[in-house]
């Protein structure tokens, strides 16, 4: 083999010498490393246990800081309970949810949005409404009953889920059908107190303190402003009947109600989430990719993920403290009128983008921006102002041979007209023919003169490049 290759068995063997030099040298290194690990390790955790005592100081701070100005509250007294001995209209709904009779190819029919009422249509609404006076019984029982606690699995509370919430808005429409029936067979005030019912299903919609109940109840409120618009010309309802739905709708405060929810899911919602990955409950991955819910049971998992958790510790803190400055934004934009709220909510949504911190990431995660719940708000509240003076014209009328010239004779005849939730300028009113229009600048903060409704840029929007918020909040009545 040598006499073939004579340079093979040296260079072998300053191989195997290169080799063993370069393992005696990576040992040394070895040796070294694990010297300086035995001091570097305890700084290493030192400098960590005092990160995690800083970090947890400045967000207990926090927490109390906000505690004390009410933006917190205790998990206990934002959960919903039903006093001691009080009837529950939650049980009431539920009864009235197994008498429905009601398939789900007439539902659609006869709540579609676009759906032209004609004598079919009407002829269909009839027959529902005759086979199901039982359910409109324990429905008008329910909306008038002053407690109303559904069953909610608050725990874990970022995951609670509501369905009652579908069926209190299919109760609404179910009303909002009774009343045009009454209006077309010449019952206008039994129209007018199913209007009412459906407005109180939308207040009793927001016993949950989440922003998803406030929007389900805004979108309960359309549904009676829609069909007030609708049946209010079909007939004469007397000035008592236009006073006490008035009256109830003057009571309604989404101001109140929608800041409520936005504070409870400050804790209910968000605190959870880093509650349960302080813990090691759940991991930051399984957060971020929404499979909270699918939580590893195995012991080496879930060890991996406590450690990391533990690790990760003055980054959370520092996390949760971003969080809870947001959630204290978000609150005080809620309290703040239009266009502040709005502007507000925008600034958070921008910096929420690339620009924010690294550690950032439950708060990227699990907050919520508010900007279009803030604009849903405050056109169902600008909607009902619109349904209250309308009326307002419509109890003017009864006394009158016409409408009267400006909403300022409404005023002189004790009429407290509402504040406009978009900037605060007056309503906007004409008489228009046999009828008149009422309508209120929308969130562009321009006078589209009543031309722009919002179902109108909904449907349009992207064909004639409207921005966005550009029109107004509408109520027209023919006659």
Not at 85 to 106: F, H, T
Not at 120 to 148: G, I, K, Q
Not at 385 to 414: C, F, N, Q, V
Not at 453 to 462: P, R, V
Request: hydrophobic share 45%; charged share 25%.
């Amino acid at each position: 083999m040598s006499e073939l290759f004579p340079s093979l068995i040296p260079n072998s063997r300053r191989v195997g010498r290169a080799v063993w030099r370069a393992v005696r040298c990576i040992g040394r290194g070895l040796r070294k490393v694990g010297r300086a690990m035995l001091y570097i390790l305890p700084a290493l955790v030192l400098i960590h246990l005092i990160a995690v005592v800083v970090t947890g100081r400045q967000l207990q701070g926090d927490i109390d800081r906000l505690t004390k100005a009410g933006i917190l509250a205790p998990v206990k007294d934002l959960i919903p309970t039903l006093p001691p001995g009080a009837e529950n209209a939650a049980d009431v709904y539920q009864q009235a949810w197994r008498e429905l009779r009601l398939s789900a190819e007439d539902e659609s029919v006869l709540f579609d949005q676009y759906a032209k009422h004609d004598a079919n249509w009407f002829a269909l609404a009839r027959r529902v409404v005759a086979a199901n006076p039982e359910y409109y019984r324990l429905v008008d029982r329910a909306s008038r009953m002053t407690h109303c606690v559904f069953p909610v699995d608050w725990e874990p509370m970022f995951s609670a889920s509501f369905p009652h919430l579908s069926q209190m808005r299919r109760a609404a429409r179910m009303l909002a059908l009774r009343s045009y029936v009454d209006a077309a067979d010449g019952r206008i005030d039994s129209a007018l107190a199913s209007v009412a019912a459906v407005f109180r299903v939308g207040e009793q919609a927001k016993t949950d303190p989440v922003i998803i109940a406030e929007l389900v109840s805004y979108g309960i409120q359309a549904i009676g402003v829609r069909a007030l618009e609708d049946v209010l010309p079909t007939g004469v309802p007397s000035p008592a009947a236009c006073r006490s739905l008035y009256d109830r709708l003057a009571r309604t405060d989404n101001l109140t109600s929608s800041a409520r929810a936005v504070k409870s899911e400050a804790v209910l919602m968000g605190m959870d989430v880093f509650d349960w990955v302080r813990s090691g409950r759940i991991s930051i991955t399984e957060v971020i990719s929404s499979n909270s819910g699918q939580v590893a049971t195995g012991r080496r998992p879930r060890l991996l993920v406590r450690l990391h958790s533990w690790l990760w510790r003055p980054f959370l803190n520092a996390d949760q403290r971003i969080y809870l400055s947001f959630m204290e934004k978000e609150v005080r934009a809620f309290e703040r009128p239009w266009p502040e709220s709005r502007d507000t909510t925008a600034e958070l949504s921008a910096w929420l983008g690339p620009g924010a911190p690294f550690y950032a990431v439950l708060t990227r995660a699990v907050m919520p921006i508010y900007g279009r719940a803030v604009e849903s708000r405050d056109r169902a509240t600008a909607a009902i102002g619109t349904a209250r003076i309308a009326l307002a014209l419509k109890a003017y009328r009864a006394d009158h041979p016409a409408y009267p010239a400006s909403l300022a004779e409404l005023e002189t005849m004790g009429w407290k007209l509402p504040p406009n939730p978009f900037g605060g300028k007056p309503y906007r009113y004409r008489r228009e023919g046999a009828g008149f229009v009422v309508w209120s600048i929308g969130p562009d903060m321009r006078d589209q003169n009543a031309s722009i409704d919002y179902e109108i840029w909904l449907k349009t929007k992207s064909q004639k490049g409207w921005e966005e918020g550009e029109y107004d909040i509408v109520f027209r009545a023919k006659r």
